[in-house]
C-alpha cells in the first residue's frame, strides 16, 4: 500500500458543486503540499500546511491539516471547468525534503 | 521567465542508448531533485541534491545518476535506457534553509518514450 492515499482516485462533479479530496499519511506528516498538474504539464503549487490545524485557502480552494489523524483535506467551493486537472499532495514525511506522493485525484468539473 | 526549466521536453529512444535530461533553475536555490512519474501518475522521488550531499532513493537503479555542473543545474544521466525507463520525469528546486521547510517548485517535465 501507499505511504500516502489519496481519495477519491477520480471525481466528476458538476459545475458549481463542491468537492472534498483526502489524502491519509501512514506516518507523521514533517509537511504537506498539494498540487496540480494539468494534462501534459508540470506540477502546480497550490499550498503547503505544516502545522495541525493549520487551514489555508486560495481563491476557491481551502486546505486543511489534521496532525493527530495525520490527515488533509482539500476543498473547491463552487467548481469550475478551470480547476479540472490531477490533484496531488505530496510530504515530506521523513525530515530530508524528500516529497512522497499520493497517487493523485483526478477531477472533472462537467460545465 | 521560467523558474524552472527542462530539456529536451520529450525523448524517444531506443533501448540500451545513454541520454541526458537537463534541469536548470534560475530561483537562486540550493538543493535540486529529480522526480519520475510512471504511467499511472504515480510520482516518486530518485535524487536530492545540494553542494554538500546527494541523498539518492534506494529503488532507483544505478544506470541513474544525476550530474550537477553548478547550483543552478542538475542533470539526469540514464545509461543502458529500458523499456520501463519509459516515464514523465520532473526535476524540482527549493532553499533548505536550517531545518525550515520550503516548498518545492516544478519544472514541466520531460517525457521519455524507449523504444
Known amino acids: 500500500s501507499q505511504e500516502l492515499e489519496q481519495s477519491p482516485q477520480s471525481l466528476i462533479v458538476q459545475e458549481g458543486k463542491n468537492l472534498t479530496i483526502n489524502c491519509t499519511s501512514s506516518?507523521?506528516?514533517?509537511?504537506l503540499y498539494w498540487y496540480k498538474q494539468k494534462y501534459g504539464e508540470g506540477l502546480i503549487f497550490l499550498m503547503m500546511?505544516?502545522?495541525?490545524?493549520e487551514e489555508k485557502s486560495h481563491e476557491k480552494i481551502t486546505a486543511k491539516l489534521d496532525e493527530k489523524k495525520q490527515q488533509s483535506s482539500l476543498h473547491i467551493t463552487a467548481s469550475q471547468p478551470s480547476h479540472a486537472g490531477i490533484y496531488l499532495c505530496g510530504a515530506d514525511l521523513a525530515s530530508g525534503n524528500m516529497l512522497t506522493f499520493g497517487g493523485g485525484t483526478r477531477l472533472m468539473v462537467k460545465p | 521567465d521560467t523558474a524552472v526549466s527542462q530539456t529536451p521536453k520529450y525523448l524517444v529512444t531506443q533501448m540500451g542508448n545513454d541520454k541526458s535530461i537537463k534541469c536548470e533553475q534560475n530561483l537562486g536555490h540550493d538543493t535540486m531533485y529529480w522526480y519520475k512519474q510512471d504511467s499511472k501518475k504515480f510520482l516518486k522521488i530518485m535524487f536530492s541534491y545540494n553542494n554538500k550531499e546527494l541523498i539518492i532513493n534506494e529503488t532507483v537503479p544505478n544506470r541513474f545518476s544525476p550530474k550537477s555542473p553548478d547550483k543552478a543545474h542538475l542533470n539526469l544521466h540514464i545509461n543502458s535506457l529500458e523499456l520501463g525507463d519509459s516515464a514523465v520525469y520532473f526535476c524540482a528546486s527549493s532553499q533548505r534553509t536550517g531545518g525550515i521547510r520550503e516548498t518545492q517548485y516544478f519544472g514541466p517535465g520531460t517525457r521519455l518514450l524507449v523504444l
Open positions: 500546511l505544516q502545522k495541525g490545524g
Open positions: 506516518k507523521t506528516l514533517y509537511g
